[in-house]
DNA sequence: CGACATGTTGAAGCGGTTCAAGTAGGGTGG
DNA sequence: CCACCCTACTTGAACCGCTTCAACATGTCG
């Protein structure tokens, strides 16, 4: 009680005791493995709301799993626009698309405060040489990110402004159940500028479709507050992504 | 004819003697390493015009490094509708969104006879567990496909028709350039059609665009024919992707 | 409480789509 | 080798979904 030893993994987690390692990097890992996988990552970091993980130009060093709070990655686009391309909610990884150049084309700004793990890549490497079993969900968690952005950019070249944002919402109350929560209830962390940008839509237009969705009885919006009423619906609307396997395996 | 023997390497030419190796998988391994490579790779596949490399449905066991030829790769998206996520040309590797659900949510086509070399991943993964710069070139391949997926998240998100078909045209020269052909001259071996899906445009706007074009004689358009006449004047309406980084690192 | 950012709603304008018609190539069969 | 056909491509004109501009409402934070 009285001890003036800290406790350590208040600074730093253990994977095996995170209640993400099922969604996180050390998914499918055994003990052993994950120890190893503990003793190289470096710390855990807090990122205050609005602060950034990393920005365009910044050396690659790391990956970063999240642990709590959420994140969106944008690339800067001519003057001091910004494109973004995706949020991360926790046990995602931050980073990926920065191994090939050694340096970040993008910035990871906190949406609200957040903590990550951060990963030196070099010895995420090296322990992935060792480790076959985090080598392949590494290039799976890679892989997962290719397929996830060709479902974003069928949406963005064909589909309605109603299709994006009932995608948008799906996607994000699958991932909150994903994480245990709710998956028809949720806060966003996001504002309707950020859903705009990811969606390629005014934020007026976003505005007015959350507005419709709510006359129409699909879901109940207050400012950040969603509740999903209609999922049904919404899913009529939203581009199966990826492509329904029910339908294509059966 | 009389003799029994036949030449092996008609089938199956190794990485070392491929002029493509330096663009290709191999790119930095040492002699020892690519024999390693080559020993995997099962064999030379040849695709005709129109024929599926894979489809939607089928399972995953390889990627496919382009000899000769290209592919366009689309989702299936609702009916009979598809949508273009890329082309590929010799050099480039196929397959990698797939890894993560072991079968292929997308089709690869042959724009025209094409060759590949095909690598089955399972091979490919055992042995960039023993050669980590294998590896490390997998990964970084990865990354730069999520990076280039970015690219044309924002190309569809934001910009006019102008400027994402300028971004194409110069895309595609680059790429040429890259194989040792010309960067202003060279013949497109997708349709109006291919063109406008990937772009997220209509086949009429990409058909205008081209006349515009040329009509401001930026390019010179016959059929499946360019020449780039003035690159600086489309650089200027296209997207810098990845963003200048002559600019953002001073 | 006031000030500023964020979100909503309305109205006009426009870029790109859609529909429609026409042209040009490329391949096939006679 | 030419006539034919079918697909790919081009061009024009009307239409529409979304953007833009503008004003207002609501939260939030010092």
Do not use: W
Request: net charge negative; hydrophobic share 35%.
């Amino acid at each position: 009680m009285s001890k003036p030893v800290v406790n350590l993994d208040d600074i730093r987690t253990k994977c095996s005791s995170c209640s993400l390692y099922q969604l996180c990097l050390p998914m499918g890992l055994e003990t052993g493995e994950m120890d190893k996988l503990d003793s190289i990552i470096k710390r855990r970091r807090v990122v205050k709301k609005g602060e950034y993980l990393y920005q365009s130009g910044d050396n690659f060093t790391s990956l970063y799993a999240v642990r709590s709070g959420s994140f969106k990655s944008f690339t800067p686009v001519q003057d001091d626009a910004e494109q973004i391309v995706g949020f991360h909610l926790p046990g995602e990884l931050i980073g990926m698309d920065a191994i090939s150049q050694h340096q970040h084309q993008s910035f990871s700004q906190a949406l609200e405060t957040a903590s990550v793990c951060e990963i030196p890549f070099v010895h995420l490497e090296k322990l992935s040489t060792e480790v076959p079993g985090l080598q392949h969900h590494l290039f799976s968690l890679m892989s997962a990110e290719i397929q996830q952005e060709h479902c974003h950019v069928t949406q963005l070249a064909k589909r309605t402004a109603e299709s994006r944002l009932a995608s948008f919402i799906l996607d994000i109350g699958k991932r909150f159940q994903k994480l245990g929560y709710s998956g028809t209830e949720f806060n966003l962390s996001m504002s309707r500028n950020d859903i705009a940008n990811l969606l390629g839509l005014a934020v007026e237009t976003v505005s007015r479709i959350f507005t419709h969705f709510q006359e129409e009885g699909l879901l109940q919006v207050e400012r950040k507050h969603i509740v999903i009423n209609n999922s049904a619906a919404l899913q009529q609307q939203a581009l199966p992504c990826p492509p329904d396997e029910s339908q294509s395996a059966g």
